[in-house]
């Protein structure tokens, strides 16, 4: 018998088939796996619909805390939230940063309470001062002297007035202050200590000149300070002793201006002129 001969023929035409086999099977896994992704976003998203649609997540209690200047409605209004509101369709973040954008607003926390909760909490800035710069601007600067807000005429009635900056001196974050802003910081700082003989609320203005320093004038008859330039808590201390002493002399209470240029010769001039005839004592 004659040896079987192999087909060469029937075999190669099962190996030029097999990479066309292999490539529909794999666009027919690829293709159920894309049907299976999109049937899997899509129930995902029917169930976020239901979720932050749904009436039993309305937000029927919001409460808001911490704020003074501001009042509840407002803050609601920049952080676009209300009665109708599904909480779970508030975004945490985006609604932060929306009240953040609001100048008066330090920091914000918000959170929700489920099923029918929402929490705002507002750190309000803390203004200092206004900064008149001399033409026709104004900026507000917080406690920690950062600047916060341009004045707009509404916002620094009972604050006091720092005058004789200029817009070099405005304060840039990463960079250090200057001497003439570093100065004002200083004396705002000793006049909020507990029993400070220059009470913050009696500050009314304090004026920087380059010259000859930082002038603070306090109470209703504007009553000048001269500090100059350094040495203020020395200063502040001197003005310590100097106010016990002129609470104890009816005549040196009608001071007009206290010179503590120098504390070792510290000169106080009266609002009138005394029996020496002159208006002007020196202690």
């Known amino acids: 018998m004659k040896p079987t001969r192999k087909n060469r023929f029937r075999k190669n035409r099962e190996v030029r088939r097999a990479p066309f086999r292999d490539r529909a099977v794999f666009t027919a896994k690829a293709l159920l796996g894309v049907l299976a992704l999109v049937a899997v976003s899509g129930a995902f998203i029917l169930v976020y619909d239901y979720f932050t649609q749904t009436r039993h997540f309305q937000a029927r209690h919001i409460v808001v805390t911490g704020q003074q200047r501001m009042n509840r409605r407002q803050v609601l209004k920049i952080a676009g939230v209300g009665p109708q509101t599904n909480i779970l369709s508030v975004n945490l973040t985006t609604t932060r940063k929306r009240l953040l954008a609001d100048p008066w607003i330090a920091d914000v926390a918000v959170s929700r309470e489920i099923p029918s909760g929402l929490r705002i909490y507002i750190q309000e800035e803390e203004p200092l001062a206004m900064l008149d710069m001399g033409d026709g601007h104004g900026f507000l600067i917080n406690i920690a002297g950062e600047v916060f807000k341009r004045e707009d005429g509404s916002d620094s009635n009972a604050l006091p007035r720092v005058q004789g900056l200029n817009h070099a001196d405005l304060p840039v974050p990463g ?7 570093q100065a004002v910081m200083t004396l705002f700082r000793l006049a909020g200590k507990k029993n400070s003989p220059l009470p ?12 000859i320093g930082a002038t603070v004038y306090i109470g209703e008859e504007n009553r000048a300070v001269k500090f100059g ?31 503590l240029f120098d504390v070792n010769r510290i000169v106080i001039t009266l609002a009138t002129a005394g029996p020496s005839g002159s208006d002007r004592e020196e202690v």
Do not use: Q
């Not at 913050?200 to 010259?211: N, T």
């Open 175 to 181: 960079k250090p202050a200057t001497m003439a802003f």
């Open 200 to 211: 913050l609320s009696g500050i009314r203005r304090i004026r920087v000149d380059r010259e």
């Open 229 to 259: 330039f350094g040495r203020y808590r020395e200063k502040c201390e001197a003005l310590g002793h100097l106010m016990v002493r002129l609470s104890r002399d009816n005549r040196l209470t009608r001071y007009r201006s206290i010179d």
